[in-house]
């Protein structure tokens, strides 16, 4: 009982800080190259958000 409360404890007091300082954390992961590369390629393989994307920078036909 006491190993498990000390988990969930654990684990709450982890997401507490990650959520508190998550935009720290995200630029920390972000200024390293290749992960940066990594999560555009993997958000800009979704049709809809490269859409969008490509829309808004090269001025494509509005859909709306």
Request: proline share 3%; net charge positive; glycine share 12%.
């Amino acid at each position: 009982m006491s190993r498990m409360l000390t988990s969930i404890l654990m684990i709450g007091s982890i997401g507490y800080f990650a959520f508190r300082y998550r935009y720290r954390l995200i630029n920390i992961l972000l200024g390293s190259g290749w992960i940066r590369r990594l999560a555009v390629g993997s958000i800009m393989s979704f049709p809809g958000v490269k859409n969008k994307m490509m829309q808004s920078v090269f001025g494509g036909p509005s859909e709306r």
